[in-house]
């Protein structure tokens, strides 16, 4: 189901840098945030998450421009990006995941494809924004397969971090948080329609 070992190489990151985590999600419906809790010692790195399915609560609780939003059903590099920044705010975190897609087609919408943006943020800075398409399958195999995508990618960008490769990163973004990996503890910040819909 959830990459196990992924999740554990997270885990351990997470606490030997003292780092947070948390969560906006809406085409994997809680399952990010499922697979990180499922870690030993959750608590002690995974803030929380929120699960918004349509416009009007990504706009509310994630401060998604809504404009933007509703001429793409929510569904864009755009809004994950904001989701993986505002979530920072919202659960005073490090560390902000967004997702935002189809797990099943929306013929009504003209979607006959599976797919999914991601979106990975550190301290206020956007790491990685991604497309991610899916074989067509049981909503719930596509949910899990983008869950597993995006750990994946997460433990790759702690790992780039930690060993200082600059090679996915501009050198002025790297060694902004390079330098805030230095202080203790987490940040404090201040402050869709899943299966079938973003």
Not at 105 to 111: F, G, K, M, T
């Amino acid at each position: 189901m959830y990459d196990l070992n992924i999740i554990t190489f997270i885990k351990d990151h997470m606490l030997t840098d003292q780092h947070t985590v948390a969560v906006a999600e809406s085409v994997t419906s809680g399952h990010l945030q499922a697979a990180l809790a499922s870690a030993e010692n959750a608590s002690k790195f995974f803030q929380g998450g929120i699960t918004t399915y349509n416009l009007g609560q990504k706009a509310r609780h994630l401060k998604v421009e809504p404009i933007h939003a509703e001429t793409c059903n929510c569904v864009s590099e755009r809004i994950a990006g904001e989701m993986a920044l505002n979530v920072t705010a919202l659960f005073s975190s490090d560390w902000g995941i967004g997702i935002t897609g189809y797990a099943a087609p929306v013929p009504e919408c003209n979607i006959h494809e599976l797919f999914a943006y991601y979106a990975i943020s550190f301290r206020g800075k956007l790491l990685a924004r991604k497309f991610i398409s899916a074989e067509k399958a049981e909503p719930i195999k596509v949910q899990l397969f983008y869950v597993n995508s995006i750990l994946n990618a997460l433990n790759d960008l702690i790992n780039k971090i930690r060993t200082g490769n600059q090679s996915s990163f501009s050198s002025s973004d790297f060694n902004s948080i390079n330098s805030k990996l230095t202080s203790a503890g987490p940040v404090n910040t201040s402050p869709s329609i899943e299966n079938r819909e973003p």
